[in-house]
Every structure is written in C-alpha cells, then in structure tokens.
C-alpha cells in the first residue's frame, strides 16, 4: 500500500520578497510541483496522493486557480486534503476524485481497506486533538491520520488510544520537513517558500505494513546560507568555492570586524549575477555593537546581557533586533 504525503504548497503565494516578475515565476513553479507529483503518482502506479494543509493560499486563490488544481490533480485516484492555517476557507473544491475534508471526517475506501481520519482548520485556530479521542476505530484495515499544525510528539497524548491505532500519521505545517514520532512525518514544502528555508525539499513517499517512508527530493530552487569571513576576498573563486548555482537562492551572513576588505556591495551584485536571488545580513556592525554592550554599565548594557541565553534558539534574533533599535536612540 502505497501513497503520496505532501504539504504546504502555498499555490498563490505572494512572494513578497521577490520583484514582480519573479514572483509570478516561482507561483509557475509551484503549480509544477504539484504537476511533479501528479506525475509521480501515475508514473509508480499509486492511487492516494494526501495534501495535508495549507495547499492554498486563501486570500490568493481564484475560482480558476480551484479549476485549475482539479484539472491538474484528476489523473490521480484519490486526492484528499485538509485545510491548514492558510486555506481553512477554501470550499468549492469540484472533482470525483478529489476528497476535501471539512473539520472532522473519516473517509473509507474499502477496495484497498484503508481508512482516512482528517482534522482540518476551521478557523484561524489549531484544531483539538482531542477530538480524535471520541472516534471509533475499528478493524484491521491500514489507518492514516492527516493533521496540520506545529505538533510535538507528546501532542499525541491528547487521543493516545485513537493515535495508537494509526499506522501513520501525515502531517502538515512545519516547513523544512521532518519525523516527530515512528509514525509521524512532516514532509516539508515542495519548494522552499522563503530564502531562509535551507535544504532538501521534496515530498514523501510512504508504504504502510512495514512502515517505509522515503525522501523524494523535488524542488526546482534551492536555498543556501553562507558565512563569508574576511579571507574571503576574491569573488572569482566562489562559484567554484560554494558550487554556486544559477538557479539558487543565497542568505550572505558577512561576519568578522568591519574594518576587514568585504565589501557587502560588491558581494551582493557578484551574487546578484550568478544566483537566482541573494539576500546580505551584514553582521559585522552588530558584532562591533555586541563588544559594546558587553562593556556598557547601564540599562542598555543589562538588557543586552539579558539576551545571552546560548539555550534559547530565538535569542541571537533578540540581540539583532534590540542592536537595530537602539542604534535609532543612542
Ligand atoms: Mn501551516
């Protein structure tokens, strides 16, 4: 038994961060990755392909953007989605074979006895889990559950005996992809849908009975993050360096002190001419303010070391941002 495990496509995305043009590109690109895995679908002979939220963006998607999604997906048997945080108002999702599962239902396709439990977003709030707790499930048949949210394994605690029951549960939100439990898996988006969404990206093929879930990499575009330091001077050797790729985005962390020869311009239109998109966080001023703040014997001085935390993985972002703010009042 095999199916498809895919999530947060974002057809319509804005793309704010990219020019006009660009951004109109790379929407193309992800109606291709949803055409990607239609194709994969038909070419291995599977009948389920699952979309596990936030497949739209509601408030970028037309009555022919909904066509179109049907016209594309109607190779395929089975198409079942749920709604995430960024679709919970999608109706009108037309076609024989398309299943889209409002709030809590249970779908049964008894010629390959499987059961399919989806929780959708109704709202603009995650949907409780608890819920699950009050459903039947009974039988031998293969079971999957489809749930879009930011979940961590003891999350599934809520309706232990319903999530015991599962073989697998296909998951939808976070999106760099990953496995939270033996049965649950985040696909990850198709494309990276942001410069600083780094790494594989791709959809997943899952066989059931023994449960094999397998990376299908996928995406047109790459990200990359890369640390340039003062030794990095000569622009000529980085293609080579960093394998630089035509068609990939680039976040340029610049570190090291000021004074040293990086010129941010020069690195910004070198990159600007050999990759798709490049974004410069130039963080050697900051440094210089860190070493500053560490000295200061006031409130700015506390506060900054306040923010020291090595634990807390959104703190470095803290002393970033409260480098940006002060340096407006001091
Ligand atoms: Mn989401």
């Given at each position: ?46 009948s ?61 396709f ?60 296909a ?6 992809g ?49 640390v ?35 010129n941010?311009?020069?690195?910004e ?16 001023e ?45």
């Open positions: 038994m095999k199916l498809v495990h895919s999530a947060d496509l974002h057809l319509g995305r804005a793309f704010s961060n990219l020019t006009g043009q660009m951004a109109e590109a790379r929407r193309e690109e992800l109606w291709l990755a949803l055409e990607n895995q239609v194709a994969y679908c038909l070419d291995r002979g599977i389920y392909l699952l979309l596990v939220g936030d497949i739209f963006e509601q408030d970028y998607t037309s009555y022919f953007d909904l066509k179109r999604f049907a016209s594309i997906v109607s190779p395929v048997d089975h198409v079942i989605l749920i709604k995430g945080n960024h679709d919970y108002k999608l109706g009108n999702l037309q076609g024989e074979n398309i299943h889209l599962i409002d709030d809590l239902e249970v779908l049964d008894p010629k390959d006895h499987l059961t399919i439990y989806g929780l959708s977003w109704t709202g603009p709030l995650e949907p409780d889990l608890s819920r699950l707790r009050d459903l039947d499930v009974q039988g031998d048949g293969y079971k999957v559950c489809l749930l879009h949210g930011d979940f961590q394994a003891r999350d599934f605690q809520k309706a232990e005996d319903f999530f015991k029951k599962m073989d697998y549960l998951l939808g939100h976070i999106h760099k990953g496995q939270l439990t033996d049965q649950a898996y985040y696909p990850g988006s198709p494309e990276p849908l942001d410069i600083s969404e780094e790494g594989d990206h791709g959809f997943l093929q899952v066989d059931l009975r023994p449960l094999r879930v397998e990376k299908i990499p996928a995406a047109k575009r790459r990200c990359h993050r890369l340039l330091r003062d030794e990095e001077t000569y622009p000529s050797k980085w293609i080579e360096k960093y394998g630089l790729k035509q068609e990939d985005f680039y976040e340029l962390i610049l570190e090291g002190p000021e004074k040293l020869d990086l941010g311009k020069l690195i239109s070198f990159f600007h001419k050999n990759s798709y998109q490049v974004r410069v966080v130039d963080q050697r900051r440094q210089e303010d860190a070493v500053d703040f560490m000295k200061r014997e006031d409130i700015f001085g506390d506060l900054y070391r306040s923010l020291l935390d090595k634990e807390d993985p959104s703190y470095p972002r803290a002393r970033e941002l409260f480098i940006d703010l002060t340096r407006e009042i001091l």
